[in-house]
């Protein structure tokens, strides 16, 4: 938002309302700062919870096919101890879990790891407002 400066009156222009134009600039200043920073953090926000988002549901979505990946374990130990049988699917039940299991945990691994990479893609700190701090404050100190 750009603040309209202007040039003090030859005329009639004191120290003291120089001084107060100079410290009302610096107060502008920062009341913009402030506002450019509030902008940052809910952009930076955004984006955390879109990733958080992705890397839940692809937790969630690997944590089942973990489960069902366990018990797949459990009817592959029954269907070892058991006596042979004629299938008439053709599948064991357990080669049907291993299936349904390794296709969600893969998914969710999936999920998890675009999640993460998300994440890792930015820094959800405001680290444009903290550079512009700095150079006006670098600024403010050098013109004295």
């Not at 070892?80 to 049907?96: N, Q, Y």
């Amino acid at each position: 938002m750009p603040v309209e400066v202007q040039a003090p009156r030859e005329e009639g222009t004191t120290f003291t309302s120089l001084f107060k134009g100079i410290v009302n600039d610096i107060g502008d200043l920062i009341k913009q700062e402030f506002r450019f920073a509030r902008t940052e953090l809910r952009t930076d926000l955004r984006r955390t919870g879109e990733a958080s988002r992705s890397l839940a549901i692809g937790i969630v979505i690997a944590s089942l096919g973990l489960v069902l990946l366990l018990l797949m374990l459990v009817h592959l130990l029954h269907w070892l101890t058991s006596p042979p049988s004629l299938d008439p699917a053709g599948l064991p039940l357990w080669s049907c879990y291993a299936i349904v299991g390794g296709l969600l945990a893969g998914g969710g691994a999936v999920l998890a790891y675009v999640g993460k990479k998300k994440l890792d893609s930015f820094n959800p700190l405001p680290d444009e407002t903290a550079k512009n701090i700095k150079e006006n404050l670098e600024w403010i100190t050098n013109s004295k």
